[in-house]
């Protein structure tokens, strides 16, 4: 990759060379869940950001003044994403939508608030888009008509050039060159073998029946603890930590969700995607083993809410105390 600086696309005008960097992680985490080899999507995704900030210092000469983070959070999950701890500590704003993964929420709310600080800022504001494979042509063509300097950051180029119109050509890199490292680099599978309608029509199972099976519901068990907060889940990484877990014991990962769909505790589902299809697995609330399980699990964050709430109320007491100490001191100090 040329470290040659694409001065060219600056603007002259602008006064502050500075940056606002929006990210459509729902999208950037899917991709590097469903083709990297890294078991931890969400430390990938932080190194990306913190390796695109210090690219468009030297590559554009900007230094980053805001990262916007924007997440879908799945209905009934009260504690959030669990990336939220580190994105704070990074000064990155999480903006969450309350959204199915599989919608393009994340996506339209990003582009709108995009326009909202473009409104607010002028062409003082400049920014760069970060997208796993989204191209978001109608944002990136406005805010280059307001002047902007704009550039789209993703994982994956688009098939063919003539995919993407003149001005976001101009405007795109692919950055998955900064993901670096030991099992960070995207694996290239096969683009053959394109899914009919039929195989990527939801499999919601009509029938259910109780796990009786204790090495299967420990799988399910297994799944929820570690993917029950998502919507949909990657069928890639949860084969890869279903081997973990039973890598000393002779059960098989896809096995083992064989016996969970038979029974109708899950469904597979294929999703369209670029530039291949990919497949996630739904966990089905109807089926009883399921629903018992998410309930105990609302109820323990729920739990453990209520009792960090109540730690701030008693460190907040202790605190008013202190200070009514103080004051008693101080009118001691000044009697006459």
Known sequence: MSRKKHDAHYPAQLKTPSVIICVDYSNVFGIISQRSDND???????????????????????????????????????????????????????????????????????????????????QEASFVVLSGNQWFVPLIQRLKRRGHFVQLATLESPESSDDLPEDCRQSHINIEFLLGGPGRKLSAESKSGQADDDELASRKPAHTTPITDEVVKRTLEIIDSYFGQYEEIYLTPLLRKLSEVFENSDDEPKALINDLEEVGAVWLQKRRGFPHNYTVLMLNDDHPDVAELKEARLSSEEEVYDEDEDDYYDDYADHDDDLDLDAEEDDDRYEP
């Open 40 to 122: 931890q999507p969400d430390a990938v995704v932080i190194d990306l950001i913190k390796e695109l900030k210090k690219f468009v210092k030297e590559e554009y000469g900007l230094q980053t003044a805001r990262v916007l983070c924007f997440a879908s959070l799945p209905p009934n999950h009260v504690k959030g994403h669990r990336a939220t701890g580190a994105w704070l500590s990074l000064g990155i704003e999480p903006r969450f939508t309350y959204a199915k993964t599989s919608d393009d929420a994340t996506a339209i709310d990003l582009a709108l608030e995009a326009g909202d600080i473009s409104n607010q800022m002028g």
